[in-house]
């Protein structure tokens, strides 16, 4: 018999010790219980097997070890539900309650077909998940719902993928600073829907994230001096994205409503992330609001004053059109390049190079509605807010308006719960807007993703609070339950 | 009284390793591979898991321990029952051996 083992002696080599010590890895397979009771004895015979010349355990051995080890667990398991059944069902719970709250998500499953808007885009829930948990595809709308100010009415930017995955846009919800009154910060879809840039209102070193919403990856771009950072427009091909960077923080309900931003115009360049100002000739010092032309060629600019200026991105010189209502963003140049749209009390137009410009389109005396885009070259897309008698909206409606003939479509809706959770900052994109024909029926599974952190810590909680009650419960029925045969047994 | 199902085959081993007189865990390992010609090599994991069955069932018995160059020794045996239920398989499998021979017999003997 060899002579091998912690305090003993080793004789002439130390292989029988690390053969040993490999040995008693292998059997902690086994529980601690039955160690205790069988180690020593098994380790005699596995190293009496072994012989004088072996230094390792062999495979074969290593798996029937852990086949063994596996086999011991599970009959303690096995015992554990028939002595404790009420722990055993807790843990069953617990661990399924675990499961459905940590586990993670993929992303969105990209649609099938071309990204159009459903009849109905998603309501309000907490129950959402974040897009950088799992990025929602190719989008078909962006907007803001709840303000905050009705019942458990916590503002939440929403945006809905083509193929029915519905997420948060945490990243707006994160960058959004104090001045917003615990709104989205600033942020606007590309024209394809697969981008969102986000800026920030109040920030030393202001810059722009823009989320790819198929991937989910963050790229963050400097815009040089400045206190805050806001995209107010796309190029069609959303290759450019112009950003407005105020010197001082701005304030998106500082003086009247939807107050604008205004500091200088920086163009970014969306494949490589570099900054750079812009600096055609016309540029004004300052710029509120931009659109791009269809072309991609011009650039309207309009200062704070009003003044809209259609700057010529080649280099050419720049024309103004004088003063006029705030331009409708990123958005607001028509289709055929004839007309931009401006935001008050109305939808307004402006004529680009002249020619017949259309009637304002009021909402109503007591009606709110905001511009979402182009619906055709002479159709444009609102999202009415409150109705023309003052109520506000469930569903929130977007419209498509003719602005020649006034003839009206509804193009999809958000419900609102009876307006608790109100919509507003609505953006579509201009390749899903200017899609050919209405709302397609398109077969549409909303999915809203992993449940954001809190939510899944609080039903980790009651997964184990649930878990609990089930322990008490089970052992309770069991306790009646054998109680019971007992007493039938001893009278029958 | 232990149950009249068939024997996995490392028990019905393990119990005809014990039908010769109480042995440890290595020497019932050595007396398979030389009972079975060298064909049958259980791991020590599968006889472990073999003996508690058996003992669970009272199948077989702890016979006595002993330390042998400080390492523990435990020696099993088999129980009355144990050695009734050998005897039963043993004559299960007899009975279905003798059945294939008698079988390939008589296709044997037209051949």
């Known amino acids: 018999m060899r002579r091998t083992g912690p305090g003993r002696a080793h004789g002439a080599r130390d292989d029988g010790g690390a053969l040993e010590r490999s040995y008693r890895r292998l059997l902690r397979c086994y529980p601690a219980h039955y160690r205790r009771q069988r180690e020593e004895e098994m380790l005699a015979v596995l190293l009496q097997r072994a012989g004088s010349n072996r230094r390792r355990p062999g495979l074969t051995e290593a798996v029937d070890l852990a086949l063994g080890g596996a086999r011991v667990r599970w009959r303690d398991a096995l015992t554990a539900i028939r002595t404790r059944p009420g722990r055993a069902a807790a843990v069953a719970v617990l661990a399924m309650g675990l499961l459905v709250a940590l586990a993670p998500a993929g992303p969105a499953v990209p649609g099938p077909g071309a990204a159009v808007l459903p009849p109905r885009l998603p309501g309000y829930s907490y129950l959402t998940g974040n897009a950088s948990d799992s990025p929602p595809g190719r989008a078909v709308a962006l907007y803001q719902q709840g303000f905050g100010v009705e019942f458990m009415d916590f503002p939440h930017a929403v945006v809905v993928g083509a193929s029915g995955a519905v997420r948060r846009l945490d990243l707006a919800e994160h960058r959004a600073g104090a001045a917003t009154q615990g709104d989205p910060t600033a942020m606007l879809l590309s024209p394809d829907g697969t981008r969102v840039a986000v800026?920030?209102?109040?920030?030393?070193?202001?810059?722009?994230?823009?989320?790819?919403?198929?991937?989910?990856?963050?790229?963050?771009?400097?815009?040089?001096?400045?206190?805050?950072?806001?995209?107010?427009?796309?190029?069609?091909?959303?290759?450019?994205?112009?950003?407005?960077?105020?010197?001082?923080?701005?304030?998106?309900?500082?003086?009247?409503?939807?107050?604008?931003?205004?500091?200088?115009?920086?163009?970014?360049?969306?494949?490589?992330?570099?900054?750079?100002?812009?600096?055609?000739?016309?540029?004004?010092?300052?710029?509120?609001?931009?659109?791009?032309?269809?072309?991609?060629?011009?650039?309207?600019?309009?200062?704070?004053?009003?003044?809209?200026?259609?700057?010529?991105?080649?280099?050419?010189?720049?024309?103004?059109?004088?003063?006029?209502?705030?331009?409708?963003?990123?958005?607001?140049?028509?289709?055929?390049?004839?007309?931009?749209?401006?935001?008050?009390?109305?939808?307004?137009?402006?004529?680009?190079?002249?020619?017949?410009?259309?009637?304002?389109?009021?909402?109503?005396?007591?009606?709110?509605?905001?511009?979402?885009?182009?619906?055709?070259?002479?159709?444009?897309?609102?999202?009415?807010?409150?109705?023309?008698?003052?109520?506000?909206t469930d569903p929130s409606p977007v419209v498509a308006v003719d602005v020649v003939s006034g003839q009206r479509q509804e193009l999809t809706a958000v419900p609102t719960a009876d307006a608790n959770y109100q919509v507003a900052r609505l953006q579509v994109p201009a390749a899903v807007l200017g899609a050919e024909g209405p709302a397609a029926p398109v077969a549409w599974e909303i999915d809203r993703g992993r449940w954001p952190l809190p939510l899944r810590l609080a039903a980790a909680a009651a997964a184990a609070m649930l878990a609990l009650a089930t322990a008490a419960g089970t052992d309770r029925l069991v306790r009646w339950a054998r109680a019971h045969r007992a007493a039938r047994a001893a009278t029958g | 009284m232990p149950s009249r199902r068939r024997l996995q085959e490392p028990s019905f081993l393990v119990l005809t390793a014990l039908a010769s007189g109480p042995q440890h865990g290595y020497g019932i390992l050595k007396d398979l591979e030389t009972l079975s010609a060298g064909s049958v090599r259980l791991g020590v994991g599968t006889l472990y898991g073999a003996l508690d069955r058996l003992a669970r069932e009272g199948l077989v018995e702890i016979d006595r321990e002993e330390v042998v160059g400080s390492r523990l020794r435990r020696y099993y045996r088999l129980s009355a029952s144990g050695a009734r239920v050998l005897a039963a398989e043993a004559a299960r499998r007899q009975e279905q051996a003798g059945t294939a021979l008698r079988r390939l017999g008589a296709i044997r003997g037209p051949a």
Request: charged share 15%; hydrophobic share 40%.
């Open chain 1, 199 to 392: 800026g920030v209102y109040d920030d030393a070193h202001p810059d722009v994230a823009v989320q790819h919403l198929v991937t989910g990856v963050v790229r963050s771009s400097a815009v040089g001096p400045g206190r805050a950072a806001v995209p107010v427009a796309w190029s069609p091909d959303g290759g450019t994205l112009l950003v407005v960077v105020p010197t001082e923080p701005h304030d998106p309900y500082g003086g009247l409503v939807a107050a604008g931003p205004r500091g200088r115009a920086v163009l970014l360049d969306a494949a490589t992330g570099g900054a750079r100002p812009l600096e055609v000739p016309g540029t004004p010092h300052q710029v509120a609001a931009a659109a791009f032309s269809p072309d991609g060629a011009h650039l309207a600019v309009q200062d704070p004053g009003g003044t809209v200026t259609i700057l010529d991105l080649r280099g050419g010189p720049a024309r103004a059109l004088g003063p006029a209502a705030p331009l409708a963003g990123s958005a607001a140049w028509s289709p055929d390049g004839a007309l931009l749209a401006t935001e008050a009390t109305c939808t307004g137009f402006l004529a680009v190079s002249g020619g017949p410009v259309p009637a304002c389109v009021h909402p109503g005396p007591g009606g709110w509605h905001e511009f979402v885009g182009w619906h055709g070259p002479r159709s444009v897309a609102l999202s009415v807010i409150r109705s023309p008698d003052g109520q506000e």
